[in-house]
């Protein structure tokens, strides 16, 4: 065997060297290696809106070209490349940068980068790929906005708050409000972008245009928010004013309210004897006319009448009023215009000096006093207050004059009120009552003015007379009454009525 051996070696030597059927020729020239690094892409956390770019690095660790035929991606359409189907060519120990961008769709965003080639062993390699996006989240509120119940011609404003309650930024475009009455105010100047937490007010107003039991619309805010257009409801009531119909009877002539302030300083008792003792001068003539009449005194600071209020039916008149006159005064003893304003307020039902004042009966006052009024307030102030219980009140006084010589003090204040009113002017000093009853009496005159109830809407009164569209009437703001002209007072005992639609009172 060894020489077997021995004898075959310098054989296989020769064919070794020689190599009849070499096929050196025909050896491969090398083959592609790819090398992708890395392998994961984390892109962060970025706000809505915003991209990055992160890149790998594919190099060739082969003998041969290598050729990426194709980049893609598959899963979340957030990532992406530029021609994905371009052709890359890889010298080997070369390298080449390939981008992948990202911009956030979702909170979380994931995807793979495929990359094809001709590597024969690994024709294709996967990057992981992930992204957390930061998304704003508009939040209005309040939802609904709700106004109160609001009279039509008014209008109120409220707010809505825009908030993002999201981990990113978030613009908003324009805001709009739909529903009749509803109408944006003040707004900002339109995109706002809010950052996380940011907030941002609109103004909406409601002014109601029609009565309806419930008016209804919706806020509405477009902004980047990835969800759509935010809406809020906004409600309301809009209620019309109340409308109001009030009668009132024109003095007839045989009816009088008469109230007299009598001064109960020590120096007045002579004087208030005088009027008691005459008091039967002024029954005489009330019944002579067939009058019906109201008659109290008053002296007291409270503005309540003495004794009884005095009527036909009263028994002993003369007396009943005697005593009323001689009651206490208190602290407004000689303040004649306050009392007597006092005294009117206090005519309503359940008050002290109810049954007094009548519906469509003329008031006439008389003041008797020998010193100057000393109300608080001034003339006018009182007058005024009269007037807004009793529009058409007459100031009479029985005061002291300039250069009186029986120790009278000039009646300022009575004077101007007693003009004012277009009452008479009448001298303490003077006993004669005789000639002053029929002065007093006559003042009693039919009515001009008629106050209201309520506060209308001017533009709604209508006014008639006994049924027919009433003539030369006005309406006066500061007494709440409807005035009529001179020449145009509605004639004795006639029904006047007045309609209209309440003010309304607006927030």
């Not at 979380?108 to 590597?119: F, L």
Request: with cysteine; glycine share 10%; net charge negative.
């Amino acid at each position: 065997m060894v020489r077997l051996s021995a004898l075959f070696l310098p054989l296989l030597a020769a064919c070794n060297e020689y190599r009849v059927n070499d096929t050196a020729g025909d050896a491969p020239q090398g083959v592609p290696n790819i090398l992708v690094n890395p392998l994961e892409l984390d892109f962060g956390s970025i706000a809505q809106g915003s991209e990055v770019t992160r890149s790998v690095r594919i190099s060739n660790l082969g003998s041969a070209d290598l050729r990426v035929d194709a980049v893609a991606i598959d899963g979340s359409s957030a990532f992406f490349v530029s021609d994905p189907d371009g052709t890359l060519e890889v010298d080997p120990g070369g390298s080449v940068i390939q981008e992948v961008t990202w911009t956030p769709l979702d909170e979380i965003d994931e995807g793979t980068m495929q990359i094809r080639s001709n590597d024969p062993d690994t024709p294709e390699v996967d990057v992981a790929l992930t992204g957390h996006g930061l998304f704003g989240e508009l939040t209005l509120t309040p939802d609904p906005l709700s106004f109160e119940e609001l009279s039509i011609g008014c209008a109120v404003t409220s707010s809505v708050e825009l908030r993002n309650d999201g981990l990113g930024p978030i613009t908003i475009d324009a805001v709009s409000v739909t529903g009749t009455g509803f109408l944006l105010g003040a707004t900002p100047v339109w995109p706002v972008t809010l950052v996380p937490g940011g907030t941002s007010l609109v103004e909406v107003t409601f002014e109601p245009l029609v009565e309806d039991d419930a008016v209804s619309g919706t806020f509405a805010a477009d902004s980047t928010d990835r969800r759509g257009r935010r809406t809020s409801a906004v409600e309301g009531i809009a209620v019309a004013p109340a409308h109001v119909v009030e009668e009132f009877q024109q003095a007839n002539g045989s009816q009088i309210d008469l109230m007299f302030f009598v001064d109960s300083s020590c120096s007045m008792s002579d004087d208030a004897e005088n009027l008691a003792s005459n008091f039967d001068l002024f029954l005489d003539e009330l019944l002579a006319g067939g009058v019906d009449y109201s008659v109290m005194a008053v002296t007291n600071q409270d503005g309540c009448h003495n004794a009884e209020i005095i009527t036909p039916d009263t028994v002993d008149p003369e007396t009943v009023f005697g005593d009323a006159i001689q009651g206490t005064g208190g602290t407004y003893s000689e303040s004649g215009l306050v009392v007597t304003t006092l005294a009117l307020s206090q005519t309503g039902a359940g008050q002290c000096n109810d049954g007094f004042m009548r519906v469509g009966v003329p008031v006439v006052t008389v003041m008797v006093s020998d010193e100057p009024d000393q109300s608080v307030g001034t003339w006018l102030d009182n007058v005024i207050a009269m007037q807004s219980y009793a529009p058409d009140v007459v100031v009479n006084g029985v005061i002291g004059q300039i250069g009186n010589s029986c120790g009278a003090t000039n009646g300022s204040g009575y004077h101007e009120a007693i003009a004012a009113t277009g009452g008479v002017d009448l001298d303490i000093c003077d006993a004669d009552w005789g000639t002053y009853v029929s002065q007093i009496l006559g003042t009693a005159d039919l009515l001009s003015s008629f106050v209201l109830d309520s506060i209308p809407n001017p533009d709604t009164l209508k006014v008639t007379v006994d049924g027919d569209a009433a003539v030369g009437w006005s309406y006066d703001e500061a007494t709440n009454a409807v005035e009529f002209d001179a020449a145009m007072l509605p004639a004795e005992g006639a029904t006047i009525e007045v309609e209209y639609d309440e003010a309304v009172t607006c927030p």
